[in-house]
């Protein structure tokens, strides 16, 4: 009867602390401490699954319960080493915390825990996975983990150290294992693979390495499974690939071009090809995130050393994506990796994986129409925002912010006909120069800077109110916030060189210095004269409301304005109701006079844009 197969990670399971593959801090900290003999009496190994913690455990037990002595070497031919090494010790327990986790199986320990070692120096408890147990678990050993007799050491390993209680933490020493390098697993891989005669290539173990995110164990078991597919032929990356059900660089390169160069039938088609090989979609997806994580990293980084340790891939195949990056930019790389995270999402949700599939891959493939609908978008914050700040200085409207989850992305078809991007080029200036126009006719922006300034005009019966509005107009100019104020809440009382006096119903709505500042400025420009004395005092009766109206000047000039663009329109101008009912100034809301209290920045947007309360 043959003997029975022992797995690869079993088989070479580290003995010794010099064996530990990685973590030097941790097998430096350990050694001086059997050296020295400051042996604590609780310990807490964390990190990641397959870094070393548990065979770090056993390690540590086995230095410290040898017959021939406490040493960092210890002789592996004792009965206590042997037992150890075989897994059956008596005065090592091991405990798992996933299965005994009540308070019942805490109180065991507890029981057990006076008796002394049998064939060491000390009783050790193993417990692994030490998260798992309960809170009242916890809580009774708490008193026991941190004053233990003298003859017991407890060894705490877990991959969750935050779901650990601060109370058992801060009584043990804490050893934080690291993911094992690519380089170190790959070293080791090829050790393993001379002594067992395993016909594997580099770049297969390169494959093997990089899929196990840094565990041992992880590398160990999958070179264990692929060890069978070398009897007639060498180990290749594709084999193990395969093995993973994951798609090869050379297969993730011609997809990510289709989808690069929006070639959506191609792209459509490899697509096909690969979910028909076996390949699951969310599998598929994941490859293709990957891929171009590392197509943004080759597009920002320089340095080749530390490009094969971000992406993990060979020089060859950073070759050939430092060429593919020359067809995208970064904000497009970024784009892509955001929509395929968002179908990622819905395919972990779904029952129609493959009916999804193809949508992800279609929106990945159609960049020319998508990119041209962003640019639009993009052109119409800018013109909002325009707008509506009359003085940016002062005022900043935050622009619409563009959808995230409809259909979209970033980049030219690369292969389009050139009638066709002239064609769509044309049909999208046309709606944005529609636009542009009708909004010029409305004039939301401030008055232009060519436009002359107001002649200031004597005051008297027939002109005072012209004036009046003339002073509004460079007051507008000046001050959007107090043109609202002074436009909506005031009545001129005395208008001229030497003063001016302005009646409110609320005098503390114009009486702030900044505003009074304003309005004193603006007169003394106005009537070009210095030491104009401005006077802000509550309505009386006995003062005639009058209401400033939009001065003349102001709607000659827009109705010619308006006359002028519709003139110059182009006959082949596109027809779109929707915007025609947008921009048309038809509907454009007239002023008038708001017999409510609002606060300043309603009352300057009004004013801006001649609007009217509705209560």
């Known amino acids: 009867m043959s003997e029975k197969y022992v797995p690869l990670y079993r088989k070479y399971r ?71 090494t075989n897994s059956i010790p008596v005065d090592v327990i091991e405990i798992d915390a996933a299965s005994n986790r009540k308070v019942e199986d805490a109180r065991n320990i507890l029981e057990k825990i006076q008796y002394v070692p049998v064939n060491g120096r000390y009783k050790i408890y193993i417990v692994d996975e030490v998260h798992m147990l309960t809170k009242e678990a916890f809580n009774t050993l708490l008193k026991t983990l941190e004053e233990p007799p003298e003859h017991v050491i407890f060894i705490l390993a877990t991959t969750e150290p935050h779901k650990v209680l601060e109370t058992i933490t801060s009584r043990c020493q804490r050893f934080d294992f690291r993911r094992i390098t690519t380089d170190d697993i790959i070293a080791y891989l090829k050790e393993i693979a001379q002594k067992e005669k395993i016909n594997i290539d580099n770049d297969a173990l390169f494959t093997i390495a990089k899929n196990s995110a840094g565990g041992m164990r ?85 340095d080749k050393t530390l490009l094969i340790d971000l992406t993990q891939l060979n020089d060859s195949q950073i070759k050939i994506l430092q060429e593919q990056m020359q067809k995208a930019e970064i904000h497009q790389i970024v784009f892509l990796i955001e929509r395929i995270s968002y179908y990622i999402k819905e395919l972990k949700t779904t029952n129609a994986q493959h009916l999804w599939l193809e949508v992800a891959m279609i929106d990945l493939a159609n960049m020319a129409q998508n990119s041209s609908l962003i640019a639009l978008q993009e052109r119409l914050s800018r013109l909002e925002t325009s707008g509506v700040s009359a003085n940016p200085q002062q005022y900043t409207t935050q622009p619409a912010p563009i959808p995230t989850e409809p259909i979209k992305s ?38 232009p800077k060519t436009e002359p300034k107001p002649q200031p005009k004597q005051q008297n019966k027939d002109n005072f109110m012209e004036s009046w509005n003339q002073f509004l107009l460079l007051l ?12 909506q809440h005031s009545i001129p009382v005395e208008f001229s060189p030497q003063k001016v006096t302005i009646a409110c119903r609320n005098s503390l709505l114009l009486n702030s210095d900044e505003k009074k500042k304003s309005i004193k400025n603006v007169a003394e420009e106005f009537f070009s004269s210095q030491d104009i004395s401005v006077v802000i005092r509550l309505q009386s009766d006995n003062d005639k409301i009058i209401e400033p109206t939009t001065a003349p000047v102001e709607k000659k000039k827009l109705n010619e304005t308006a006359q002028t663009q519709s003139e110059n329109l182009p006959e082949e101008e596109i027809q779109e109701e929707n915007l025609e009912e947008i921009v048309s100034t038809e509907n454009l809301p007239e002023k008038t006079t708001q017999k409510v209290m609002m606060s300043d920045q309603v009352n300057m947007v009004m004013g801006l844009f001649d609007g009217k309360y509705i209560d």
């Open 14 to 84: 580290p003995q010794t602390l010099e064996e530990i593959v990685g973590q030097e801090h941790i097998k430096k900290s350990l050694a001086n401490a059997i050296t020295l003999n400051k042996i604590s009496h609780a310990y807490l190994f964390t990190g990641p699954r397959g870094t070393g913690k548990t065979s770090t455990a056993r390690i540590l037990a086995k230095s410290l319960n040898c017959i021939q002595g406490q040493s960092v070497t210890p002789c592996g031919l004792c009965p206590s080493c042997i037992e150890i």
């Open 218 to 302: 992880d590398s160990l078991a999958l070179l264990d499974q692929v060890s069978v597919l070398g009897d007639s032929q060498k180990i290749n990356a594709e084999d193990v690939n395969n093995l993973l059900g994951r798609l090869s660089f050379d297969l993730l390169h011609k997809l990510s071009n289709n989808i690069i160069n929006s070639e959506t039938q191609e792209a459509i088609e490899c697509l096909e090809r690969i979910y028909n090989s076996g390949n699951e979609p969310v599998q598929i997806m994941l490859n293709l995130l990957g891929y171009f994580k590392n197509l943004l990293i080759v597009k920002n980084c320089t």
């Open 410 to 447: 970033v980049t030219e078809n690369a292969k389009q006909t050139e009638s066709v991007k002239k064609d769509e080029k044309i049909s999208v200036e046309k709606v944005i120069q529609k636009i542009e126009e009708k909004l010029e006719i409305k004039d939301f922006s401030p008055m």
């Open 476 to 487: 507008k100019q000046k001050s959007p916030p107090t043109y609202a104020m002074v436009s």
